[in-house]
């Protein structure tokens, strides 16, 4: 199985702060990589698929780069919206996610 | 304008079964891959089961065995037959669609429905 391993677990971080999470997997999943945004009691929200690409009605302020194992998604100005769970998930070999990371403000 | 409503869950015993349901509308099941992900209390996120758009299933380890996964093309709807519960299955059971043969993947979720296993 393809394990993914997110850092940090949690960030704080201000409005107007540019963050960056990263995610790492197991083994190599190519660009098969997404990122969710999930709100506490809500369902994930796709931000990023294919590693880089915005999913639609997505801010510009988000972006994924990465391939392989190594993968990041970078706020460029955190919003107060921003502040939720980000989860990685693979989609190589079925889906796997991330154990999430927390932006919770500073 | 798509939506998907899971329905089923609630408490039951340890050993019991549920059966979940997740209703679809904006879209056709059929032509899409749906998933169900669950979260448990405080956890991150665990895909559960797939039903592709040709039929074919698919299971986690952590479910196989117990867990059957369906579709009701006339209904638009997709199931999840839970069965032999343990309490490592509380969590929050969400629906999720896919498209095939595309660069995305989940796209559209439910607000999930929540099962509690415990005596």
């Known amino acids: 199985d393809i394990q993914m391993t997110q850092s940090p677990s949690t960030l704080s971080a201000s409005a107007g702060d540019r963050v960056t999470i990263t995610c790492r997997a197991s083994?190599?999943?190519?660009?098969?990589l997404a990122w969710y945004q999930q709100k506490p009691g809500k369902a994930p929200k796709l931000l990023i698929y294919?590693?880089?690409n915005l999913e639609s009605g997505v801010p510009s302020r988000f972006s994924g780069s990465g391939s392989g194992t190594e993968f990041t998604l970078t706020i460029s100005s955190l919003q107060p919206d921003d502040f939720a769970t980000y989860y990685c998930?693979?989609?190589?070999?079925?889906?796997?996610f991330g154990q999430g990371t927390k932006v919770e403000i500073k | 304008e798509v939506q998907l409503v899971e329905s089923g869950g609630g408490l039951v015993q340890p050993g019991g079964s549920l059966r979940l349901s997740c209703a679809a509308s904006?879209?056709?099941?059929?032509?899409?891959?749906m998933t169900w992900v669950r979260q448990a209390p405080g956890k991150g996120l665990e895909w559960v089961s797939v039903?592709?758009?040709?039929?074919?299933?698919y299971y986690a380890d952590s479910v196989k065995g117990r867990f059957t996964i369906s579709r009701h093309n006339s209904e638009n709807t997709v199931n999840l037959q839970m069965n032999t519960l343990t309490a490592e299955d509380t969590a929050v059971y969400y629906c999720?669609?896919?498209?095939?043969?595309?660069?995305?993947?989940?796209?559209?979720w439910g607000l999930g429905t929540p099962v509690s296993v415990s005596s």
């Open positions: 998930q693979q989609y190589y070999t079925y889906w796997t």
């Open positions: 294919k590693a880089s």
């Open positions: 083994e190599s999943v190519s660009s098969w």
């Open positions: 904006g879209f056709t099941v059929s032509s899409y891959y």
């Open positions: 999720a669609r896919g498209i095939g043969d595309s660069e995305k993947t989940l796209d559209y």
């Open positions: 039903i592709y758009s040709g039929g074919s299933t």
